[in-house]
């Protein structure tokens, strides 16, 4: 069995009828939905967090690309 945590959230009445609805249409609890929201919203951050990352690593080693370049670009592909 997994090792879990309890936490709570103070939610306003139309999000809580929200979870409701939703969770109901599932047929499961305000917990299930709740961990599974959470879960989801997690990993995005992570992703978006991650992609960051990468791109600040490229700026401090010095791979950068021109701004001038990056227009130049898009204005090639818009004219395809």
């Given at each position: 069995?997994?090792?879990t945590a ?13 979870v409701d ?43 950068l690309i ?15």
């Open positions: 069995m997994s090792k309890v936490i709570t959230a103070r939610l306003d009445v139309d999000t809580l009828a929200l609805r939703i969770a109901g249409a599932h047929g499961r609890s305000r917990a299930w939905f709740a961990a599974r929201a959470i879960r989801h919203a997690a990993e995005q951050e992570a992703e978006l967090l991650e992609f960051l990352q990468k791109g600040i690593d490229a700026a401090e080693s010095g791979d021109d701004h001038d370049a990056v227009f130049r670009e898009i204005r090639a592909r818009r004219t395809e």
